[in-house]
């Protein structure tokens, strides 16, 4: 998977998700690390995706406008 088919499908898995979800189950339903996760989210808040919770916090969340 490309990184931009991976970007993707991390913003996919999130508007799926009502709640907030731990970064590892994200991590474990793509098929990456938690770092590479981390970066990915930093990479889609850059270009202006309202997604809460950072590392440390163990729940990522995708807000809504």
Same mark, same amino acid.
């Given at each position: ?20 979800? =731990? ?19 930093? =990479? ?14 163990? =729940?990522?969340?995708?807000? =809504?406008?």
């Amino acid at each position: 998977m490309s990184r931009a088919q991976r970007l993707l499908a991390l913003i996919q898995i999130l508007r799926r998700h009502r709640f907030a979800v =731990t970064g590892a189950n994200l991590a474990e339903e793509l098929g990456i690390s938690l770092r590479t996760l981390y970066r990915d989210i930093a =990479t889609l808040q850059e270009q202006g995706a309202n997604i809460e919770g950072e590392p440390p916090s163990s =729940t990522v969340n995708l807000a =809504t406008p």
